[in-house]
């Protein structure tokens, strides 16, 4: 049974920070591409950022380079993301996207975590 569960989401002030993690199960994770993506309310969802397998190839949307890092631990099938100098434009539900780099349709989703900065 696959699983994939994003936590660590929470109220933070402008400026803080929070760590996502994403842990997943019933897959490969080591074979897979694992990637952030969040929406905010009335928007569409957006890459935020993306780790190759190996962990050797990170990319990020502009709107966060600098502030925000994200990481792969294969041992612990668990992707991270580090999210530093946090913005009221923060504010979204983050998702963890695995997928097959040898078939785009092989992918799987979790269910989000709420990030809300605000003061």
């Known amino acids: 049974q696959v699983q994939v569960v994003e936590s660590g989401g929470g109220l933070v002030q402008p400026g803080g920070s929070l760590r996502l993690s994403c842990a997943a199960s019933?897959?490969?994770?080591?074979?897979?591409?694992m990637t952030w993506y969040r929406q905010a309310a009335g928007k569409e969802r957006e890459l935020v950022a993306h780790?190759?397998?190996?962990?050797?190839?990170?990319n990020y949307a502009d709107s966060v380079k600098g502030r925000f890092t994200i990481s792969r631990d294969n041992a612990k099938n668990t992707v991270y993301l580090q999210m530093n100098s946090l913005k009221p434009e923060d504010t979204a539900v983050y998702y963890c996207?695995?997928?097959?780099?040898?078939?785009?349709?092989?992918?799987?989703w979790g269910q989000g975590t709420q990030v809300t900065v605000s003061s």
């Open positions: 996207n695995a997928q097959n780099p040898w078939n785009s349709n092989n992918e799987y």
């Open positions: 019933g897959f490969t994770f080591s074979v897979y591409a």
């Open positions: 780790i190759t397998t190996t962990g050797t190839i990170t």
